[in-house]
């Protein structure tokens, strides 16, 4: 048996100790199919204790560093210098999904020592690990802080999401993948009555949520996004264990190809796995309560929950960013894969930690290594951490594929350069007119043509079938969705939009009428409205900007980050910002390099070539700072929303 421990990390706090076993042995048996299935799965869930143990490397924060506000200290346990971490990571419940050939039922274990204790199975690792202990604005200094309405909507919905998914009052075997997909269910019910009829969030809800209606509600729109009949439940011996499914995203893809086609092109019986599971849930009164809450936290969300859920996902998102940051500082050669994240966050006394330890056993020396590069430069891990911060080559190409769009539609050389590459054949021609493009772009909308917008907008924009048709279209689906966003205050997602179209008749018919323009007379019947939207269409920043800070931790349950969310309330008010238009920028950045020793410079895509030369000159020009002089060097450049910032440094300054 290990020592007693308490759960005081991640969304598990309890103030109760817990005897935790460590088993030796464990007896296995097979168990005959009629009392469960191989498909039949379960799940630990996993509790966490760190302790310190020794004495820390502490790591000195740079004294112009923006983020000396912020950070506290910065704490190193490793072997080399006689002091560790013990990770304890004990489990004192579990719950399993049992299948057999005629039922499906949870089952939820709770583990008890001999004299009827509450009691957990565990195990306890001594690893190198990192602290990062951090001070971040209260729930009440957040609750007057002041988002641009883009991220607002975009919190809002992260907190619905997270509020659903963290629900305790929900059955224990409704597993957080089955509430993304009742939530997005729900969201896509409501915003579609509300858009048709022009009702009111909450007239909609208290009409569709009402107990007699809202599991038809429902089936009809899983009828639609599952393209199935209405749930009936296969209890029939002959169902093999491939046709027995967890809800896993794979089931979803193929319950979503749309007209009920399977894997092999065979048509279902009946709903998919996962339909068949939220239909089940839908059932229980529980889950159609918890429902009808959530519906009035999107129609009236509670300001104090809503501060403390934004407070956590700061602190969520520092975390995820202060792995990745440890991943790209750390040598090439060092296994970044057995890092773990863990967050600490005590409401009550204000403390909160980010711990990043390894979980190989006595370490496998990646935070050593890691150390010893930011020991000797401080500063790079700052640098990684605004890294993993600063916005993605994915998530600007919802932006740039937008301004080639308008472009298209109102610039006659950008339409005649795409016009010759949709229609060219020729490999060397289009490698040509694809450089003709990308210089035109730039000239145009300081469009930078990466990778990641190059491959987007052939897919997109240039692809078979396109032309100024599918332009206007995507213009317009792209306004429609802009006002709706702005309309509700509520960031709407590619698939719930998808399903709005597909009951707008405006919107439904203008996508038929390219459908009939562009598909053979045959194929048209058996494409949908709403598969085409989704087809046609790309998620938006904000969907993608969620999902860029995401690891993979077996011991504790993501929730949501914002990257843009932590740039806004915490860096954007820490280093001055300077724009390339303002008549006086150069006095502006001589004060910036005098006072902290780092600015931005900023400019808007069509300034792109003045904002070159602005740098050159920048970086050529001795800076006086008494009676030394120091040239400034660029730090990184960024983009974000048509505009390009670019990070200057006096390195001997900070």
Not at 209 to 229: C, I, P, S, Y
Not at 356 to 382: C, D, H, K, Y
Not at 518 to 545: F, K, N, Q, Y
């Amino acid at each position: 048996m290990l020592a007693p421990s308490r759960a005081d990390f991640n969304d598990e706090v309890d103030n109760q100790p817990l005897l935790v076993f460590r088993p030796w042995t464990v007896r296995l048996s097979k168990a005959a199919r009629s009392d469960a299935l191989p498909s039949s799965n379960a799940r630990l869930t996993w509790r966490t204790d760190i302790v310190a143990n020794g004495e820390p490397l502490n790591v000195p924060i740079p004294a112009r560093s923006e983020w000396r506000g912020y950070v506290q200290a910065i704490e190193f346990y490793l072997h080399r210098f006689r002091s560790s971490v013990s990770v304890r990571r004990f489990a004192p419940t579990a719950h399993a999904n049992v299948r057999t050939l005629r039922d499906d039922f949870p089952v939820t274990l709770h583990f008890k020592s001999d004299d009827d204790r509450p009691a957990a199975v565990g195990f306890e690792l001594a690893v190198d690990g990192f602290r990062l202990d951090l001070s971040l604005p209260g729930a009440d200094a957040l609750a007057t802080s002041v988002l641009p309405p883009p991220l607002i909507a975009a919190s809002k919905l992260g907190y619905l999401r997270d509020t659903f998914r963290t629900d305790a009052d929900l059955p224990d075997d409704l597993n957080s993948f089955q509430r993304d997909w009742l939530l997005q269910i729900l969201l896509s019910a409501l915003l579609a009555d509300a858009t048709t009829t022009g009702r009111m969030i909450d007239a909609v809800a208290a009409d569709l949520l009402d107990e007699g209606r809202l599991e038809g509600v429902f089936h009809n729109v899983m009828d639609e996004l599952f393209g199935a009949m209405p749930p009936s439940l296969q209890d029939h011996d002959e169902v093999g264990d491939d046709d027995v499914g967890d809800g896993s995203e794979d089931e979803a893809s193929d319950s979503a190809q749309g007209s009920g086609a399977g894997r092999a092109g065979t048509a279902h019986a009946g709903p998919g796995r996962l339909q068949q599971a939220l239909a089940t849930q839908l059932g229980r009164p529980i889950v159609r309560e918890r429902l009808r809450v959530l519906a009035n936290q999107l129609c009236n969300p509670d300001p104090a929950r809503f501060s403390a859920w934004l407070r956590r996902l700061i602190v969520e998102t520092l975390g995820e960013a202060t792995l990745q940051a440890c991943i790209a500082a750390a040598p090439r050669q060092a296994t970044v894969d057995t890092l773990l994240v863990d967050i600490h966050d005590d409401a009550s006394s204000g403390q909160t930690s980010v711990w990043i330890t390894e979980a190989t056993l006595g370490g496998a020396g990646v935070l050593q290594a890691f150390a010893e590069r930011f020991g000797a430069e401080p500063r790079i891990f700052f640098t990684a951490l605004e890294a993993a911060l600063a916005p993605t080559d994915l998530e600007l190409v919802d932006g740039s594929l937008r301004e080639i769009l308008a472009l298209a539609l109102s610039d006659a050389e950008v339409a005649d350069h795409m016009a010759r590459l949709r229609g060219t054949n020729s490999h060397s021609e289009r490698a040509t007119l694809w450089q003709a493009l990308s210089h035109k772009l730039t000239q145009r909308g300081g469009i930078d043509l990466g990778h990641a917008l190059s491959v987007s907008l052939n897919n997109r924009l240039l692809r078979s079938g396109s032309g100024p048709h599918l332009d206007q279209l995507l213009l317009d689906l792209q306004t429609r969705w802009d006002t709706l966003e702005k309309g509700f205050g509520l960031s709407i997602g590619l698939r719930e939009f998808a399903y709005i179209c597909s009951k707008d008749s405006n919107l439904s018919a203008s996508v038929r009428t390219f459908l009939s323009a562009t598909l053979p007379a045959a194929a048209i019947g058996h494409v949908t409205v709403l598969a085409a939207v989704t087809s046609l269409l790309w998620p938006r920043a904000d969907e993608v900007r969620q999902r860029a800070l995401q690891s993979y931790n077996p011991y504790r349950q993501g929730r949501s980050t914002d990257p843009a969310v932590v740039r806004h309330l915490l860096l954007s008010q820490s280093i001055a910002t300077i724009e390339l238009n303002d008549p006086e920028w150069r006095a502006q950045l001589g004060a910036a390099f005098e006072a902290q020793g780092a600015c931005r410079l900023a400019a808007s895509g069509s300034e792109s070539a003045a904002l070159r030369q602005a740098v050159i000159r920048s970086v050529a020009t001795p800076v006086d700072v008494g009676v030394l002089q120091f040239f400034p060097v660029v730090e990184r450049v960024e983009r974000s929303e048509s505009r390009i910032l670019i990070s200057l440094t006096l390195r001997e300054q900070v």
